[in-house]
């Protein structure tokens, strides 16, 4: 007879293996996946034999030109040669830029001719937070707080999510685009994402999508989280189901603001750098929620120490967060690289759980499987791209759906063996009344 951990392993193996490897594909497939894919060439891209309708929306990623250390007026020639720079990209990673600088980016898209004179056409901009100026054919488009060439002249801001080409423009045959940019702020510098151009109907259509599944990740994660603060409140000598609750407080959070761009963009009271501070917090307070967790389920095979050293390395890195943002930026790779080591930690930890036969361990195993195999995906993104990635709240819903089956098994064993001792208990007072009734026999 087979050997139930050995069935519960791989079971788990498979699982978490099928999940990461579907993952792995979506982040190494392209934005326009099943479509052409652009050529874009020393800071030429050639869209006239290009369909909106049916080759999609054109991701603009490949070599522009960029300019360093000058701001070129849109349409004037440059007095120097420019770089061939790869976008999206960190420009002081590719071209040993110092990440603190500022420059010049263009490109020249050649449009197809029906698209130009029947087609409205839309410019899709990552709502990353910059300091730039959106040009296209010297009328500028899009700004985002204020470029400058010192520290104290350069203010980043959030550029917005979409911008739709006058008619009149789209009249000519090529589209010049040229983008300031200036960065004193964050560690990586540049046009960290590729700006996209299509139809305006999809690119609305596909925005509408993003923020659909960003406000059904930040309701499914809340009402999560309301749920087994409700469990907590019922029973409160179990702290599992609070833990549980932070941890899909924090999620929810960071799923609507890293995911929905447009909401962002009509909340103009809502500070740059307080959305930045946010994202930051649910991440470094989460990382506690889930330590504090796994330590109240398994605190033998996950140690006091282990989790005090998380908890403690947390809470000072989320201090920072009172710092100006060029410096509590640069110090979030250092806690990356500690998630790592954690989350290593946490996988052997389950591992030893599941070993002993610890009650609910395998579905522990495959929750947490889900959640830091899609954490370490998005850290490895961020560190290698500097960008960040939207699979970690599908991990957490993943997460959550597995522990609440989990706290669900955990709750009901605590109701049935308190029943249990409520009915020995009674058992035990009915033989001390009634003695007689209980040792004597028909008569």
């Known amino acids: 007879m087979q050997n139930p951990w050995i069935k519960s392993t791989i079971r788990l193996l498979a699982g978490g293996g099928i999940l990461l490897s579907a993952l792995a594909l ?11 894919q652009l050529e874009v060439r020393n800071g030429e891209a050639d869209l006239r034999d290009w369909s909106f309708n049916g080759d999609g929306i054109a991701d603009l990623s490949g070599d522009w030109i960029f300019y360093p250390g000058q701001f070129l007026e849109p349409g004037r020639p440059a007095v120097a040669d420019g770089l061939q720079l790869a976008v999206p990209a960190d420009w002081n990673a590719t071209a040993g830029i110092p990440a ?7 490109l020249r898209v050649q449009l197809p001719e029906p698209a130009a004179t029947e087609e409205i056409l839309a410019l899709e901009l990552h709502n990353t937070q910059l300091a730039g100026r959106v040009y296209v ?7 985002a707080g204020t470029v400058g060439t010192a520290l104290g002249e350069s203010h980043p801001a959030f550029l917005p999510a979409v911008v739709f080409l006058p008619k009149q423009m789209l009249r000519q045959s090529v589209l010049e685009l040229t983008i300031h940019i200036s960065n004193f702020t964050f560690r990586s510098g540049g046009l960290l994402h590729a700006p996209r151009i299509g139809a ?6 596909e925005l509408n999508r993003n923020s659909a599944l960003a406000l059904f990740l930040f309701g499914s994660l809340g009402m999560m989280a309301l749920y087994h603060l409700s469990l907590y409140l019922g029973r409160r000598s179990d702290p599992s189901a609070l833990y549980f609750t932070l941890i899909c407080t924090a999620l ?9 761009q447009l909401m962002f963009n009509e909340m103009l009271w809502f500070s740059n750098y307080l959305r930045l501070r946010l994202e ?17 389920l398994y605190p033998r095979e996950y140690g006091r120490i282990l989790h005090r050293a998380a908890l403690i390395t947390s809470l000072v890195f989320t201090a920072t967060l009172v710092l100006p943002a060029q410096l509590f930026d640069r110090v979030l790779p250092v806690y990356q690289i500690f998630c790592i080591g954690l989350a290593t930690a946490i996988l052997v930890a389950i591992a030893r759980a599941n070993l002993r036969g610890r009650p609910g361990a395998g579905t522990f195993a495959l929750g947490i499987t889900i959640l830091v195999g899609t954490g370490m995906l998005e850290v490895g993104i961020a560190l290698l791209y500097g960008q960040a990635s939207v699979y970690v709240p599908f991990g957490m819903l993943g997460f959550v759906l597995t522990h609440s089956t989990l706290l669900a ?8 063996a308190a029943e249990e001792l409520t009915a020995s208990l009674e058992q035990k007072v009915s033989e001390r009344s009634f003695p007689d009734s209980c040792t004597s026999g028909p008569t």
Request: proline share 2%; with cysteine; charged share 15%.
């Open 280 to 296: 930051y917090a649910s991440f470094y307070l989460g990382v506690a929620a889930l330590s504090a967790y796994i330590h109240a």
């Open 100 to 106: 603190f600088s500022f420059g010049t980016y263009r």
């Open 409 to 416: 098994r955990r709750l009901s064993r605590g109701f049935l």
């Open 200 to 205: 305006a109907h999809g690119v609305g259509a």
């Open 26 to 36: 979506s982040a190494c497939a392209p934005a326009n996946a099943g479509t052409r």
């Open 137 to 143: 054919n010297e009328e500028l488009v899009a700004s």
């Open 252 to 260: 929810a959070i960071r799923s609507v603001i890293v995911g929905d």
